[in-house]
């Protein structure tokens, strides 16, 4: 097939519209064709042949001969009916040949002083039909909008039909998702610069036939724009024993990629190009048109960057073939949380790195700042979320008892500005087979109060949901204290540096113990970071906080390596707050 979803055939020539109409003679009388108008005749005009021969043929129309028979008083039919019609035929009327095509029509008929009436069709000269004013103009008014959803070159749909067609499978989602398809081609630039634009033009074409026999019923192509296309797929609730919405999209990208692998013998060999895909998966509550694009779009230029000829899903970890839409540079690491009363591991954090040339890692420092500058935030912290949801729902399968029941992932001060935050929240953990009551956010306090009361709605419809948000960083400004009262919070996390500081600042010893109580007062849990020694460990616990976290008692690890902590610290969990204990 063609493209789904086609819009109604347009059309091109004059044939395609002409209207067949009777020829009378000229000297028929005005009866005769006054009977055949109102009783027998349905053309919109009559066509009349010329009194001589070699003259040119009138024309009739429809309204005006019939107001004419009516007369102003009613007395036209006793004036007119014994006369011969040439004294009513328009002997001037423009005239076209059937092949010419519609502008050229709507061109004549803008051109006729005498205002829009019928145009006499002709063929080799001789009169077919005519044709009516409102029907050239309905037929420009369908090529004009045709031009502008459909590419001229390849038959796709435009980018501007695209995203509308795109934004209406968004509506249609229900309980599916939506898959957009961001394909580039890897050479197109070479093919331009080494054949000329005329082969670079035929690539386009064979690219967009290649792609159409892969498109299922109700699928959308449109070219972006250049060499860059997309297709967009509804996907159907996910069953138990069907595949998952990620693993649809990796095999509707693979069947994109493999078609413009296949050699097409209408090119010669040289002309020939791989492409790079990029998807984007999104269920009822985050399918967004221009959103899905632009990830779909961030996922491929992470194909292209890995060297092309690739597929890369955005916002995935459960395929070993896909990483994080940023770069293949980043990894999640993992930082238990424990009781610091009996040292069981309540919860752990996850935590963004950067890996280095040297297979080291390092803060995410310069990955944020970008992720900030290009609007990306919210979806780099969707992106751990769900890379740390299955890593705990596996956990959680594997050892239901000595697993972490929550886990922690940051939500960055940009992310909450986000539109839909808590649906595309809940939507990724939803895709990651956790629950929302296996999460929690830890916002940071570097956000504005003002910013976090805007996504107070937001942040509530999370709580409702069961996921629990803890404010970070608190202590290391006093204004951070309004953020207790006036947010919904189940735990705070006091600052590193107040823990650094406790045991040689009463200053900080005095925050330790006003955020307890402040805690305590509203019912939330505290947890101090950057626990480094034993005698911090020790005045934690007689200040009465409940939760530490600090590398004296496990340092960040990856995944496979807090599997391992887990079943090994579950043998003895009070060992690490022994005063001689330390993670190294």
Not at 542 to 558: D, E, I, N, T
């Amino acid at each position: 097939m063609a493209l789904a979803d086609r819009l109604p055939r347009v059309p091109r020539s004059i044939r395609d519209l002409v209207e067949p109409a009777v020829e009378v003679e000229a000297t028929t009388s005005c009866a005769v064709v006054d009977h055949g108008l109102r009783e027998r005749w349905t053309s919109s005009s009559v066509l009349v042949r010329p009194c001589r021969p070699g003259d040119r043929y009138g024309i009739v129309g429809r309204h005006e001969f019939l107001m004419t028979m009516t007369g102003r008083y009613g007395f036209g039919r006793s004036i007119w009916s014994r006369r011969p019609v040439e004294q009513l035929t328009r002997w001037d009327a423009p005239s076209i040949d059937i092949d010419e095509d519609v502008p050229q029509a709507a061109a004549l008929l803008s051109d006729d002083e005498t205002g829009y009436s019928d145009v006499i069709v002709l063929e080799d000269g001789r009169p077919v039909g005519v044709l009516h004013p409102t029907t050239v103009m309905a037929a420009l008014a369908a090529q004009l909008g045709h031009q502008a959803a459909v590419d001229a070159l390849t038959g796709a749909f435009t980018r501007a039909e695209t995203v509308a067609r795109l934004g209406e499978l968004c509506r249609r989602v229900g309980d599916g998702a939506v898959v957009v398809a961001f394909v580039d081609l890897d050479r197109m630039k070479e093919v331009n610069d080494n054949l000329g634009h005329a082969v670079g033009d035929a690539l386009l074409v064979s690219v967009t036939k290649r792609l159409r026999r892969r498109l299922a019923p109700g699928d959308v192509l449109g070219r972006l724009g250049g060499d860059e296309f997309a297709v967009a797929r509804l996907l159907r609730p996910c069953t138990a024993d069907g595949p998952s919405w990620e693993e649809q999209a990796l095999t509707l990208g693979e069947e994109l990629r493999t078609a413009l692998q296949e050699p097409d013998a209408g090119l010669p060999e040289s002309a020939h190009s791989q492409a790079s895909v990029g998807l984007a998966v999104a269920g009822r509550d985050s399918a967004d048109a221009d959103h899905l694009l632009r990830t779909a779009d961030v996922a491929m230029y992470r194909a292209k960057k890995s060297g092309g000829n690739l597929v890369r899903l955005a916002g995935s970890a459960t395929d070993p073939r896909l990483s994080a839409p940023w770069g293949d540079d980043l990894d999640i690491v993992y930082q238990p949380i424990l009781s610091a009363r009996t040292g069981r591991v309540d919860s752990v954090e996850a935590l963004l790195r950067l890996r280095r040339p040297d297979g080291g890692l390092e803060g995410p420092a310069p990955v944020l700042s970008r992720a900030a500058r290009d609007g990306t935030s919210l979806d780099l912290d969707l992106w751990v979320l769900q890379r740390a949801c299955v890593d705990l729902a596996a956990w959680q399968r594997e050892d239901p008892q000595g697993a972490p029941t929550t886990v922690n992932v940051n939500l960055a001060a940009p992310s909450l500005a986000e539109p839909g935050l808590a649906a595309r929240i809940l939507q990724t953990i939803a895709v990651a087979g956790s629950s929302p009551v296996c999460v929690r956010l830890e916002l940071s306090e570097s956000a504005s109060l003002e910013e976090m009361l805007r996504s107070g709605a937001e942040l509530e419809t999370l709580r409702a949901a069961g996921v629990r948000i803890a404010l970070d960083d608190l202590g290391s400004t006093l204004t951070s204290l309004r953020h207790v009262t006036r947010l919904p919070l189940d735990q705070l996390k006091i600052d590193r540096s107040i823990v650094a500081g406790m045991l040689t600042d009463s200053v900080d010893s005095l925050i330790v113990d006003v955020l307890r109580r402040l805690a305590t007062d509203q019912g939330l849990v505290v947890v101090a970071e950057g626990v480094e020694e034993a005698a911090q460990l020790q005045a934690l616990q007689a200040a009465g906080v409940g939760l530490v976290q600090g590398f004296l008692l496990a340092r960040p690890m990856p995944r496979d390596a807090l599997r391992a902590y887990l079943i090994e610290h579950a043998q003895d969990p009070a060992r690490l707050l022994s005063p001689t204990s330390s993670a190294g």
